[in-house]
């Protein structure tokens, strides 16, 4: 018996069998583009993006006949939504979270209820981002896809309803979309009544891993899976990238290292939850019983490849290729101020209206010290926002790694120097399809708890220890880099 996990990111899927002594099986990638029909939108054919998926479960299915998929689980980006009938039809587009529609109505949830109280009841910072501002923009200029839809469901759940399961909504994906009372883990009945929809629209709130079903056998015959193929909830990405990483429990967060930079990290529910709100912090629900995540997150990699094709262009975008580039870096911190404002919005006051900064450049500055000066600035954004995490007695101890970035140890040991913590690299950094197998396979009986899958599935291989000496310069750094947006804002207006 194999569990099958399956990841769905803002510009690709991928999937994984994994047997149950925890050796990946097979696996297969699949990309698809963002579509841009109007200036400031942005939006995926969900259609498309469901062919997609179907070729990476047929895939592995084929390349792991041997030992059959029994159990399957889906993680995926959250905030963008499809459009569904009752009858498994896909009805339109999947707005994604970077899409600028739905402004009025984060700014109407604003005047209705405050920002405090709103996070009481779903404590995410308010924004357009989420789900329920383009369900609501949908009804107003699109009533027609409106009217035909019968269900909104985030991509994690919408799979596994196309594959033949419930109409469920993991509570981590539920949070996405503003209408979560999080305390009471259900839609909350105030944010539905404003907003007019119903619970019938959205489907039934649970915890990741909760079965949701099977795979429909005419599904499961088409894309080569056995009959019975349990469908398991899900949830956030970054949830399941956290189990499969082995972030368990309070103190630990997992730092994934891609095109952005997402430090998460793992706790009990907090004394002082608005204390979380002045941070501006969101409060999740983990995929794994009792605990918690918040998310701090900005450019990394690709403010590397905006180095790479400035400074190096040419150059393959290949793992050896960066290392080579990396390997020109100085050993020291360097004495550059790197502000990463290179593209807006910025966290955590979604700046729109901003530049990025390289200060302290001389004609003898080296092109390795640039590019050590650029994973300095987009690694001490996050120093700040650490720091008060500490102070609100809910301190990060160890991070641990994951992600493209995480492969490179020169990029780990500067994380580690500049944050003062310990930086964990598991065995395996692709933590998102791990988690979905553990809880795939912790759902349908195959460990008997989570602990044990995390026995069998998470092996540390390396943990880089924070240099005192780097560290102080770079608390240093830090310090000046909090000063050089208040003083300058007016001067990086974007023209």
Known sequence: MSLLGIDLGTSGCKAAAFSADGRCLATAAREYATGHPEPGWSELDAREVWARTQEVIAAVAAASQSDPVTALCVS?????????????????????????????????????????????????????????????????????LFERTELFLLWGDTVGYLLGGEAVCSNSLANRTLLLDIARNDWSDALLEWSGLTRAQLGRVVPGGTVAGTVADDVAERLGLPRGVVIVAGGHDQCCNALGCGCTRA??????????????????????????????????????????????????????????????????GDSESYARLMAEMPAE???????????????????????????????????????????????????????????????????????GGAKSE?????????????????????GGLAGTAMLAGTATGVYATLAEALEIHVARERVFEPDEARHARYREKAELLRQLYPLNHELLRAP
Request: hydrophobic share 45%.
């Open 76 to 144: 995926s980006m959250g905030e963008a939504l499809v459009p569904l009938s009752r009858a498994r039809e896909i009805l339109g587009p999947s707005i994604l979270s970077s899409d600028i529609r739905g402004k009025e109505y984060a700014d109407g949830l604003r005047a209705t209820f405050g920002a405090e109280e709103f996070y009481r009841i779903n404590p995410n910072v308010l924004g357009p981002q989420y789900g329920l501002p383009k369900i609501l923009w949908l009804r107003d200029n699109d009533p027609a």
């Open 251 to 316: 103190g630990q967060a997992t730092c994934g290292i891609g095109s952005y930079q997402c430090i998460s990290p793992v706790f009990a529910w907090p004394r002082d939850p608005l204390r979380m709100l002045a941070e501006r912090l969101n409060i999740e629900h983990h995929v794994v019983p009792g605990l918690y995540i918040a998310f701090l997150f900005n450019q990394a990699g690709l403010l590397v490849r905006w180095f790479r094709d400035t400074f190096a262009a040419g150059t393959a």
């Open 333 to 403: 911190p360097t004495d550059l101020l790197v502000l990463p404002h290179f593209d807006p919005p910025q966290w955590p006051e979604f700046i729109a209206d901003t530049s990025g900064v390289i200060m302290g450049l001389h004609s003898n500055t080296s092109r390795g010290a640039i590019l050590k000066g650029i994973i300095e600035g987009a690694t001490l954004y996050f120093a700040g926002t650490l720091d008060a995490l500490t102070e609100m007695g809910m301190g990060v101890s160890e991070l641990v790694a994951s992600g």
């Open 410 to 430: 020169a990029w780990l040991q500067i994380t580690a120097d500049a944050l003062g913590v310990p930086v964990m690299r598991p065995a395996t950094t692709e």
